[in-house]
């Protein structure tokens, strides 16, 4: 017999064993509904009969006797409550000495809703075992109080599980003492497809606080839905009420296309107050969308998570693969999260390559008009090509209000960084809104592009220090932006001492350090040539036979050091540098506003742009100083 036919022969083999084994084991059908009457915990007296009692005809139906009946029948059953109020009218609690049994068919169990704000059926465990255990396809879980178990619900390897209008940790009293919320996650799904946690209505938010480690675990599980909940937070959302740990952390190789957030208002989480991060991302492909990450239900105060409000992480030193390709914010309408509040940055990228971030608001309040700082609005620690605002419209982020530095790329491992179309020390409307320390500070990364066309300059202003500072970092350019009324420098190329203020050209531009210490232009004549246009001479000193850009820009006045910024981007001109090191240059600029003086910048042809030459005024044929050298 040949094997394609051996191999048909045993495949049909094999489905009529199933089927013959399946014909007597299958299970009656049901679809029924369940209603628990009672808070103990006795067993049904005969699973499978459909009749849910402890004892043959007592008609006492507990939530544990439930579940052991409807694991017994096939078919999608419910459980519903109806115990009479031996507890205060609106809670009925459960206390659970041991596990329930595991959810093995499809079940929805139905917390009624008794006047109260949330669920008024309560679990109480002795935080040794799981409280809902859930073990089958397209089960359902609402409006339940869920608390004091080692997790509150659990589920592995299963999809179309939808968690909706509970409150899952540390809420009410047992006694006279506070309830403890679960030892470990409020809700933890491993290997779980297309599960939905809270939803569009107010009956549908989930409370997840008061647990002992993350408010919601997602490990290798994929295309999860987490929208309009409160993570961290009183069932209000104007206090903390914290998880442990991160409030949503996502892991595990498998655990992609899940959604946090939305882009509706409905669909916004509240993530906030939690001991460690918002949200952990340790895993590809996931979206974060209109969400409120380290602030109260109003958008208007600082409720802190104790760490970064996103965190996006693999571990450096392991054998973990950089997290690529996940999107924080998006250009939709409603998708931009407001990160604000943070005890350290909005959002921290360590280990982590191409990931996008999207016109979000960090550092303000929802409005954008007043400061709620975190610490350091965005921190990139290690990884490349990630992108802060993108080469899309509406895609710029406000970064602004924070104690330190807007955005922080901070180590030689952070490589190609782009940082394009936001807005850093203002809003959108341009009100002043700094952040505390510099608007970009480079230290040691290497080819970052801020900037970088016409369409896609950032506004850098008004804040506290430099609006970017590079330390030791080479093949930085910075182009096309609007750099102006910042506290120190438009763009400082700091010495290897840390040494702050203008670096002077030196001869022939034979230096290294910061962006090779890239000589800035002389402007030799700035003039009006006819109306409405300036005419630009120039001159560089640089290394010999190169090519180089020359970006000018118009400041409506001088900065207090002489040099620079650059307030209105007017175009660039190339030039390239003889065998004596000199390259000449001269541009006519249309200009259509009054401004007090023109300044340069020179971007070799590696990329690397120099500091902001001094800022000319504009006259008639005015012939400036020679070349300043150290």
Not at 173 to 183: D, L, T, V
Request: glycine share 14%; net charge negative.
């Amino acid at each position: 017999m040949s094997f394609r036919y051996t191999k048909t022969f045993l495949t049909s083999l094999l489905i009529l064993t199933t089927l013959f084994f399946s014909a007597i084991m299958v299970k009656p059908v049901s679809g029924a509904t369940f209603t628990v009457n009672s808070a103990e915990n006795s067993t049904d007296a005969s699973p499978g009969n459909g009749i849910c009692e402890t004892e043959t005809g007592n008609g006492i139906c507990t939530l544990r006797a439930a579940i052991q009946e409807t694991n017994a029948l096939a078919g999608a059953d419910t459980i519903t409550f109806n115990i009479e109020p031996d507890n205060p009218l609106t809670f009925r609690i459960i206390e659970v000495p041991y596990a329930l049994p595991l959810i093995q068919d499809q079940l929805t169990i139905q917390g009624p809703n008794l006047g109260g704000t949330g669920a008024s059926i309560i679990l109480d465990g002795d935080g040794t075992f799981t409280g809902l255990d859930v073990g089958a396809d397209s089960c359902v879980i609402r409006k339940l109080t869920i608390r004091n178990f080692y997790r509150g619900i659990y589920s592995k390897d299963t999809s179309g599980l939808l968690i909706v209008g509970n409150r899952i940790g540390k809420f009410g009293y047992s006694g006279i003492q506070p309830a403890e919320g679960n030892f470990l996650e409020g809700v933890s799904l491993d290997g779980v497809i297309g599960a939905v946690i809270g939803g569009d209505t107010i009956a549908d938010r989930n409370i997840i606080s008061g647990n002992g480690a993350n408010g919601i675990l997602l490990f290798n599980s994929a295309s999860v839905l987490i929208r309009g909940n409160y993570i961290g937070t009183n069932e209000d959302g104007t206090t903390a009420l914290p998880n442990g740990y991160d409030g949503i952390r996502i892991a595990g190789s498998e655990s992609t296309g899940n959604t946090i957030g939305g882009s509706i208002t409905a669909r916004r989480n509240i993530i906030s107050g939690n001991t460690g991060n918002g949200i952990l991302l340790g895993a590809d492909d996931n979206d974060v969308f209109g969400n409120y990450i380290g602030l109260n239900i109003s958008g208007t105060s600082a409720l802190p998570n104790g760490r970064d409000g996103i965190y996006i992480y693999a571990d450096p030193d392991g054998e973990q693969a950089p997290i690529v390709g996940n999107e924080i914010g998006g250009t939709l309408a409603g998708q931009g999260n407001i990160i604000s509040g943070n005890t350290s940055a909005g959002i921290r990228l360590v280990n982590a390559n191409e990931n996008y971030i999207k016109n979000n608001i960090i550092g303000l309040n929802a409005s954008g008009t007043a400061a709620v700082p975190n610490e350091r609005g965005i921190v990139v620690a290690r990884g490349s090509a990630n992108e802060i605002g993108t080469y899309d419209t509406g895609s710029g982020n406000i970064i602004s209000g924070n104690q330190s530095d807007g955005i922080y790329l901070v180590n030689p491992t952070v490589i190609g960084t782009k940082i394009r179309r936001n807005f850093i020390g203002t809003n959108f409307s341009g009100s002043s809104l700094p952040n505390g320390g510099e608007g970009v500070a480079i230290e040691y990364a290497t080819e970052t592009i801020i900037g970088g066309g016409t369409d896609f300059g950032n506004i850098i202003a008004n804040n506290g220090s430099d609006g970017v500072e590079i330390y030791w970092g080479n093949l930085n350019t910075v182009s096309y932006n609007r750099i102006y009324n910042n506290g120190a420098l438009g763009i400082d190329l700091l010495g290897s001492a840390w040494e702050r203020g203008v670096t002077l050209n030196d001869v022939n531009d034979e230096d290294g350090g910061s962006n090779n210490q890239q000589n800035f232009p002389i402007l030799l004549r700035v003039y009006d040539s006819s109306p409405g246009q300036v005419t630009i001479e120039g001159l560089l000193n640089s290394a010999k036979d190169r090519n180089f850009v020359i970006h000018l820009y118009a400041n409506s006045s001088k900065d207090p050091s002489g040099y620079g910024e650059g307030e209105v981007y007017l175009g660039s001109k190339g030039v390239t540098t003889n065998s004596e090191y000199i390259g000449n240059f001269m541009e006519t600029f249309s200009v259509s506003t009054p401004f007090e003086c023109i300044t340069a910048t020179a971007t070799d042809s590696a990329g690397n742009t120099s500091e902001f030459s001094p800022c000319v005024a504009v006259m008639n044929y005015q012939l400036f100083l020679p070349m300043m050298v150290k």
